[in-house]
């Protein structure tokens, strides 16, 4: 075809090719990328040994695990890490956390397993715990960033295990998003972000969880917290008499730089601008109602994130709500989504409801805080 009829000229549809250039050399680097599906109930292990052997071989494959989707190189290649840290367009400084699927995997990882290790594993593992533990020498360094020091965990999904172990048991895995974007908590916004960048995508359906593991330093003299997640402190102080928390999770202006490499980046960010008012529940609503009027008169596209209770007295392009208070499991799951939404339909301008900052609502402020650059607007 491509022949013409009289005037008219018909063009194939042109195949949509994606491709991707390597920064440095200007290569090509595109790949296709799989796409498979599979359950907790459903798992099927001949594709996971195809998924483990792409890993083997150097390759990378985003897979579901409890918390958000991650991004699965070889933890023990060099090069594998180096593939993730563009794949995702991230800093290498930002170490990567280490995925295991059986404790006895992690003596060869570490120099020693401390006694609070060993409390923490038995207490949480397999679960959203991440440890920051000494590293032996069989981890290098791209793996964590350059540090002497490795972050690792067991998660507790079927197939992310499955998949650990078809890969040899080290499985390097940040969130399956571009550096700077949400979290990825389905398949299709791992698409979003990573297809023909990586060989292969692993499909579970929606993750349970919805925010990254609790992070905890064990290399210092008391356990501290460097990122809050669905582990809360007060849940790890029933294991550990103390825990501490580093001062720099829900404040901008500590000074200080956080503890966690990573969480110096303003991570989690949507497209529109967002801002968290916080006070009580009638001045909130009609703050931000105000702000949406000015908004609208100025042109822009408009966002609110309420709750079920406050989300149908809200005048904007897209009432979005994380669920009810009452039960903070719905918002953590929600939270990520729904920024990737005002993402899909161009919002420009969000405003969101301020959490409780205790229990997992603390890890649902941190992320919150962060998407919004920390801009929060009290109202007495
Ligand atoms: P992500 O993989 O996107 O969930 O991010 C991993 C987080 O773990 C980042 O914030 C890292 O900075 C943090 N992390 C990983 N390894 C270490 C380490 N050795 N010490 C401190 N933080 C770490
Ligand atoms: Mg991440």
């Known amino acids: ?31 296709d990328t799989k796409v498979i599906r599979m359950d907790e109930q459903h798992i099927d292990r001949e594709m996971l040994l195809e998924a483990g052997d792409i890993i083997k071989a150097g390759g990378l494959v985003a897979f579901p695990t409890e918390t958000v989707y991650g991004l699965g190189g070889d933890a023990l290649n060099p090069a594998s890490s180096r593939k993730i840290y563009e794949a995702k367009g991230r800093p290498s400084d930002n170490p990567l956390i280490v995925h295991i699927a059986d404790l006895e995997a992690l003596d060869a990882i570490v120099r020693e397993v401390p006694p609070e290790a060993e409390k923490l ?43 650990i172990r078809a890969a040899g048991g080290y499985v390097a895995a940040p969130s399956a998003n571009r550096s700077g974007r949400p979290s990825p ?49 007060k849940m790890l102080e029933e294991v550990l008499s103390r825990v501490e928390e580093d001062c720099t999770l829900m404040r901008a202006d500590s000074g200080q730089a956080p503890k966690a490499p990573g969480m110096k980046y303003r991570h989690y960010a949507p497209k529109g601008d967002l801002t968290i008012i916080s006070g009580a529940e009638e001045a909130v609503i009609e703050y931000i109602n105000e702000q949406l009027e000015r908004q609208r008169l100025a042109g822009k596209k408009t966002g609110v994130i309420g709750t079920d209770k406050t989300i149908g007295k809200y005048h904007a392009d897209v009432c979005k709500s994380a669920g009810n208070r009452e039960k903070e499991n719905t918002i953590a799951k929600e ?46």
């Open 1 to 31: 075809m491509g022949d013409s009829f009289g005037d008219f000229a018909i063009f194939k549809q042109p195949a949509i090719i994606r491709l991707s250039y390597h920064k440095r050399t200007g290569k090509c680097v595109s790949v």
């Open 121 to 163: 594993a038995e207490a949480f593992w397999p679960g959203p715990l991440t440890m920051i533990l000494h590293k032996s020498d069989l981890v290098p360094y791209e793996t964590t960033g350059g540090l002497d020091t490795v972050a690792v965990r067991m998660p507790v999904h079927k197939v992310a295990r499955e998949f």
């Open 185 to 233: 908590t389905v398949a299709k916004y791992v698409a979003e972000d990573m297809d023909g960048r990586i060989e292969m995508i692993i499909d579970g359906g929606d993750v349970e969880i919805g925010l990254e593991s609790t992070i905890v330093d064990l290399t210092v003299p008391e356990p501290m917290i460097l990122r809050p997640g669905y582990i809360t402190k």
């Open 335 to 380: 939270l990520y989504r729904i920024l990737r939404e005002f993402d899909d339909e161009s919002v420009e301008v969000i405003y969101s409801e301020a959490f409780d900052a205790s229990g997992i609502g603390q890890a649902i402020m941190n992320r919150l805080l962060k998407a919004a650059g920390h801009k929060v607007i009290e109202i007495k």
